[in-house]
Each structure stands twice: as C-alpha cells, then as structure tokens.
Nanobody, 133 residues
Framework: QLRLVETGGGLGQPGGSLSLSCSAS????????IAWFSQVPGKEREGVSC????????QMGDSVTGRFTVSIDSATNTVVLQMDDLKPEDAGAYYC??????????????????????????WGQGVQVIVST
C-alpha cells in the first residue's frame, strides 16, 4: 500500500524560502511519479510540480517556474520541493501525490501533462504553507 508523508512548510515571508519533503513507501512498480498540489479554500487542487524516477524528470507549473525546484532521491523515495522567492499567492495546503506503473512512459505522461488529481493513486495528509510578513 502506497503511503506518503509530508513534512515541512509553515510560515515564510514574501521573497523567502520554504522546503517541503514527501517521503513515499510501498511502491510495487519500478516506475513512479510524485507530484505536489496546492489548494486554497474553495478552489480545486492545482498541480505545482511532478517528478518521475529512473530517470528523474521534473516538471514545474508555469506559476512557479524559476522560483520552485523539485528533486528526488530515488534511493529513499523522497521528493523535496524547494520554494524560493515566495509570493502571497503561494500560500495554501500542499499535498504530495504518487502514481506508479510498470511502464515509465505512463508515469512520464501523467507527470508531463496538466496534473490531474484523479490520475494519482495515493495522497499525503497535506502541510500548510503561509506566506506573510
């Protein structure tokens, strides 16, 4: 059973940095992708980034390109979202989500397209990001 645990987040200042970590376990397929979604009250979850393993191939949403980076440690199945140059609109609940498949091109396609929550098979509990002075 896939299990995802997020850590990090909290309060960051505009222009500052925060880091989110997602530790995944229970994969039964060789290939997987882990995405980050953000959500604010009253709105749907929005894809922020996605990265696949073997090889690592990161994808970033337009609103965070150049400010956020995502990395993966395939040995520990841990994905880190580094959030730099924070903006007030980055605030919200952040969830990591995972998809796995025996075929790499399947997870690659899911991570490369507009991220859709139904494509992901497991979710973390979420962490809060607050951006304020």
């Amino acid at each position: 059973q896939l299990r995802l645990v997020e850590t990090g987040g909290g309060l960051g200042q505009p222009g500052g940095s925060l880091s989110l970590s997602c530790s995944a376990s229970g994969f039964t397929s060789d290939y997987y992708g882990i995405a980050w979604f953000s959500q604010v009250p009253g709105k749907e979850r929005e894809g922020v980034s996605c990265i696949t393993n073997s090889p690592a191939h990161p994808q970033m949403g337009d609103s965070v390109t150049g400010r956020f980076t995502v990395s993966i440690d395939s040995a520990t199945n841990t994905v880190v979202l580094q959030m730099d140059d924070l903006k007030p609109e980055d605030a919200g609940a952040y969830y990591c989500a995972a998809v796995q498949n025996r075929l790499h091109y399947v997870v690659e396609r899911i991570c490369a397209l507009t991220l859709r929550p139904p494509d992901f098979q497991a979710w973390g509990q979420g962490v809060q990001v607050i951006v304020s002075t």
